[in-house]
């Protein structure tokens, strides 16, 4: 099973500084357990920051072996100067495509890079033909204080996403947890992609080497 986490500073307290050293962290213990990918999802920082905070990524990752990949939300800048393994993109047809990623990459005179994007149907997942892998969702609906605020779009739709995107690997995204991540599986996602289901300092989530989801507390 692939395993792609999703930052979020902002889950953690404390000022600017707190919330960077807690991500690192996070990091530190998602890179023990063997997390595949972490996406560097920060889009509230300025270039310059955003550059410093994956540099200081990357040199925690890559002090491990195998090293989680790490992936810079929308800004293939940033990727390019920081050495990043790659990028993750928005379906949004003003996006980059994975093609033009590449390009930017080689030019760079960088190793050919990861590209994923973020998928929500199929005719998406058809023009990500290009990708390395594709995240799709949201599977499950959000409901917070009672109240709905994402629809999910369902395991029958997550079945023939992954079916259609062969043999590009698909990630089950929003609304992941424990009791569901097989689900996920069982209909052909290669893996899981989540952002508070791995934001845990809880030791059941990430034991020695690998995710446990039988034993991990639920999250939404």
Do not use: W
Not at 45 to 59: F, H, K, M, P, V
Not at 103 to 111: E, K, M, N, R, V
Not at 121 to 139: C, E, M, Q, S, Y
């Amino acid at each position: 099973m692939l395993r792609y986490a999703i930052t979020d500073r902002t889950l953690f307290p404390g000022d600017e500084a707190a919330r960077q050293a807690a991500l690192i962290a996070q990091a530190t213990r998602l890179a023990v357990a063997g997390v595949d990918f972490i996406q560097l999802r920060e889009k509230d920082l300025s270039a310059a920051s955003l550059a410093d905070l994956a540099r200081r990524l990357l040199a925690v990752l890559r002090a491990h072996s195998p090293a989680p990949r790490l992936l810079i939300s929308s800004r293939v800048d940033v990727a390019i100067a920081t050495g990043a393994d790659g990028v993750h993109l928005t379906s949004s047809p003003d996006a980059l495509t994975p093609v033009q990623v590449r390009s930017l990459y080689a030019a760079a005179g960088l190793p050919e890079p990861l590209v994923s994007i973020s998928c929500h149907t199929l005719d998406d997942v058809a023009r990500a033909a290009a990708a390395t892998h594709i995240l799709f969702g949201p599977v499950f609906e959000k409901v917070v204080a009672d109240k709905l605020v994402t629809a999910g779009t369902g395991l029958d739709l997550l079945r023939s996403a992954s079916a259609a995107a062969a043999p590009i690997p698909v990630l089950a995204l929003g609304g992941i947890t424990p009791a569901n991540a097989q689900d996920c599986l069982a209909d052909g996602a290669a893996g899981i992609a989540a952002i508070r289901l791995f934001s845990s300092d809880s030791a059941a989530i990430l034991p020695n080497s690998a995710i446990d989801l039988d034993r991990a507390t639920p999250y939404a």
